[in-house]
């Protein structure tokens, strides 16, 4: 069993994943960033690696992306950078990148890193299912990967079956029709999520995008498993002169 | 051995479709419908009809004597650049409409580097009575104020890509998310051979009709329809695409593409993809492009914003990687001389993207009774600008 499936097994209600950006907003803040995460009680940390044209990801991760690789921050040195993390950190930590840098890295190389450092899952929004099962499942089941899939309010009923066969963490089900920094209302989605629910997927499923504060991660949390929360954070860490404190104000504003 | 996509969108080990789960539907529902659509009877007779009543063609195949002369060689003209609105990109943008009305569309939207694909795109918006919204980088909008202003003309809105490095890759991001943002009333009109499948064997096929027309005309004026060189400048690579399509399959044509290398290959200022880039993924297919060691996308440049984009289509990437095509650059410099020697041999005064097809003649070992073609992608009225600054109305 996975890190992800224990942290569910033990608890699979109001989970809360927080993205970052690796790199920002300076270049060595990860790893506290990371810390202080879980120190105030992020259940899951999802880790974004930076890349130059996000395909998903509204002004505010852009932001962030520029930043980080403005700091100089690579797929090399953000593995250098966590090599130890496992040290200090026991909660399941995932990737989440774009296709083209891991290539460039090689896809076998990073999973196997990842493994090594003990990262337990990947999202590439980018990587086709079909591509997935014919060239990459063997490599992510070698390495203990688990790869994580998106699903969207278009995704048809067969093709999140397919999804729930295919993976063995959660489901990121994305909120609505748009990129990540909207403002979502939650209720609105009322019949989508319930939907989603009433299909008792094997995998939990975790609502993402338009997630940001105490109010819409509590009214997602009604619905499916937990929720995910990104651009939030990502503006609340802008400017910080110590993001330890800045990510524990954080998460205590959106958990209590 | 065929060059042409299989049914996933690969053309070797090029294309495909890398995109997000939240563009799966309109990318599956397209590559499901497209064939049907546009081989319908309805749609070719619809098709055909705008392409000869409202772009004008069969765009004349042109026989330039002089510069024949100057090269030692017959060299045709193709002469994409006397469609409707100047360009070969219309052809695209009438094919992609239709499809959009048969799908039941009822907003369009693209990406424009220079502006000639904006201006295309509006266009037939205008023609068809539909919502346009154009994304062009904040920077392009600068350079490139006459195409700006003839969009809106058109009656589209021209939205600024303010992301990145504000240009041609910035404004194909923001049409993906407001495509991502839009998926249901939405159709994105990709204006080159890029993009996720079936992008970029669609647009090949609309701009097959460039080569399809060579062949006859090529046939009435030599009494051969193969000539033994095509020869055409590659941005994404559309119109090399068409004017390549009819031949991909006939080795004794030898197809000639031409990059823009800026101010030189090796000098950092260059878009040259074959020699500076390298296999990755980009806006939704794989492709060759220009990237870090890291895999981040490398902003490119040439005089010429039409051939200013970091990758080449994937049918292209499969022509280099398998020879069939040969590729050639030219620099800022030689595009530029060669848009003089147009103007002054023909009479034509060509854009600065097509003049780099001109520019390669010069290093050619023609033969006297060799025929070659060159592709007039388009005309060089929107670049009037930077050859009065280049000084070429006083030499």
Redesign the interface.
Known sequence: MNRIQQLFEKRNKNILNVFCTAGYPKLNDLVPIVESLEKSGADIVEIGIPYSDPSADGPTIQYSNGVALKNGMNLKLLLEQLKDIRMTVSIPLIFMGDINPILQFGMEAFLQACQTIGIDGVIIPNLPLREYEEMYKPLFERYEQSNIFLITPQTSEERIRKIDRLTNSFIYVVSTYAITGGQLAVDAQADYFNRIKAMNLNNPTLIGFGIGDHNSFHAACQYLNGAIIGSAFIKALDGSNDVKVTTEKFVKSIIN | MTYQANK?GYYGQYG???????L??NIETLQNKYLSIIESEAFKKEFKSLLKHYVGRPTPLYLAKRLSERYNTTIFLKREDLCHTGAHKVNNTIGQILLAKALGKTRIIAETGAGQHGVATATVCALMGIDCVVYMGAVDIERQAPNVKRMKMLGAEVRPAN??SKTL??AT?EA??DW?????DTHYIIGSVVGPHPFPDMVARFQSVISEEMKWQLKEQTGKEDPDYVIACVGGGSNAAGAFYHYLDNDIVQLIAVEASGLGVDSGESAATTILGKP???H?SKTLFM?T?????IEPYSISAGLDYPGIGPVHANLFETGRAKFLHATDEEALTAVLELSRLEGIIPALETAHALAVLKNMDFKQEEVVVVNISGRGDKDLETYIKHGLDKK
Do not use: T
């Open positions: 996933y495909g479709a890398f995109i997000p789960e939240m799966h539907n992301s990145g890759k910035d991001n993906m998310r991502i943002a839009n998926p249901n990755g993924v980009l939704g990237q060691e890291d895999g981040q996308v």
